[in-house]
Structures are given as C-alpha cells and as structure tokens.
C-alpha cells in the first residue's frame, strides 16, 4: 500500500489517484474497470501470491496495453469471476504468466470457463 505521505509527494510531480479495494484481487478488478472501463482487452494473468510473476505482467502489460488479471494459485475470487463472466466478449487474448507452480493447469481451465470458451 502506497502511504498518504508518498502519495502526496508523488502528487506534486503528476496527477495521481487511489484505486483500491477490501483485498487485492477487488484492487486489481478495481483497476481494470477504471483503465479498461469498454472495449476490447487482452488479458495477462498472473499469480497474486508472489511478486516476480506480477511485477514482469504489470511491465508487460503497460509495454502492451493489455489488463493484468491476478490469481490465487488455484483460486478465482468471486469478484474477478464475476467481472470475466460479465465482460467475456471483451478479451482477446489470453497470456499465463508464470509456470504451473504459480498458475496451475485448473487456473487456465478457470478463466476459460468463466469465459464461456
């Protein structure tokens, strides 16, 4: 989390905004919705439980305009489903990043499905 003493110095170099939610996974929807509110996306998932796979998505997906999508292992919170079930004929495409002690065979099988795919 980003303190009100950082935000506020960063406020003076450009214009910042909170998006935030109760856990990351809401954090991470939340940031979907406000920067991909319509429209096509691609999708970059990534493990929420271990930084380095997240940090090269995150690098990735501002390289490419793409949405980052954070998992739980083998976890989908109800949430990032809800949005994926939602907004299904918006994604594109679809990039695991990480191998399968990150993001396990199911988790592909997870978002498909949710996907309607």
């Known amino acids: 989390m980003v303190g009100a003493e950082v ?25 979907v919705q406000r920067y991909w509110p319509s429209g096509k996306m691609g999708m970059l998932v990534a493990t929420a439980l271990d930084y380095p796979d997240a940090l090269c998505a995150g690098a990735a997906a501002a390289r490419s305009g793409q949405a980052v999508v954070l998992m739980g292992g083998r976890y989908l919170h109800p949430k990032t489903r809800e949005f994926l079930e939602n907004n299904e004929s918006r994604f594109t495409t679809i990039t695991m990043i990480g191998g399968d002690n990150a993001l396990p065979p199911v988790t592909d099988w997870m978002i498909r499905k949710s996907l309607a795919r």
């Open 7 to 31: 935000a506020a110095e960063l406020s003076t170099y450009a214009s910042t905004a909170r998006v935030a939610g109760p856990d990351r996974y809401q954090t991470n929807m939340a940031l």
